[in-house]
């Protein structure tokens, strides 16, 4: 089955770039949104933004100005840039497929996650 | 977007029912039919239990069920079991290719 895996750096100074990656195995990454997903130590998940496999993407307005999400279908992986990062950005961040399609939606699949710290 | 509003705690005993709330806007929950709601036990990824509001994915009990008025959503569990201690949030669709998660809901079963 389609499984998920999220891959980068632990650690990130501040003020520099998060860079993670999601790698999709078992099934295609062809004709759905895959989204990138966080969590702050303790607290609760905030969407962050999506990319549909033919590369059009979606942010969250209160990210938007420091995210970029790309697509590498031919490797079928999907990618985060999250930029000038402060300790705000640490969290565990998970990948997910969504199966929007106006007229079913839900984030169906997910990654383990993979947990990054701002500090110097 | 603000974050969608739900309970900071409920609790329950074994083989009783309880229901979560989400509450959202009319820009959100009250607009569009795409409420999913997710399990997550510490330590673990979130898990797909309902999707458009009601519908259970393959392999989710049908102890859990999902519903929806106006600008709040719910999550009911049924015959609670131990099993089903977990933290659940609610997400939907914002419009404009966004979507908003609540800020979760912290369940113990007594």
């Known amino acids: 089955q389609l499984q998920l895996q999220e891959s980068g750096p632990g650690l990130v100074k501040p003020s520099e770039t998060l860079s993670l990656t999601c790698t999709v195995s078992g099934g295609s990454i062809s004709s759905y949104f895959w989204s990138w997903i966080r969590q702050p130590p303790g607290e609760g998940l905030e969407w962050i933004g999506n990319?549909?496999?033919?590369?059009?993407?979606s942010y969250n307005p209160s990210l938007k100005s420091r995210v970029t999400i790309s697509v590498h279908s031919s490797k079928k992986q999907f990618s985060l840039r999250l930029s000038s990062v402060t300790a705000a950005d640490t969290a565990m961040y998970y990948c997910?497929?969504?199966?929007?399609?106006?007229?079913?939606?839900?984030?169906?699949?997910w990654g383990q996650g993979t947990m990054v710290t701002v500090s110097s | 977007q603000s974050a969608l509003t739900q309970p900071a705690s409920v609790s329950g005993s074994p083989g009783q029912s309880i229901t979560i709330s989400c509450t959202g806007t009319s820009s959100d929950v009250g607009s569009y039919n795409f409420v999913s709601w997710y399990q997550q036990h510490p330590g673990k990824a979130p898990k797909l239990m309902i999707y458009d509001g009601s519908k259970r994915p393959s392999g989710v009990s049908n102890r859990f069920s999902g519903s929806k008025s106006g600008n709040t959503a719910s999550l009911t569990i049924y015959g609670l079991q131990a099993e089903d201690e977990a933290d659940y949030y609610c997400?939907?669709?914002?419009?404009?290719?966004?979507?908003?998660f609540g800020g979760g809901t912290k369940l113990t079963v007594l």
């Open positions: 990319i549909y496999y033919s590369g059009s993407t």
């Open positions: 997910a497929r969504d199966v929007f399609d106006w007229s079913s939606d839900g984030f169906d699949i």
């Open positions: 997400c939907s669709y914002a419009g404009l290719s966004t979507w908003v």
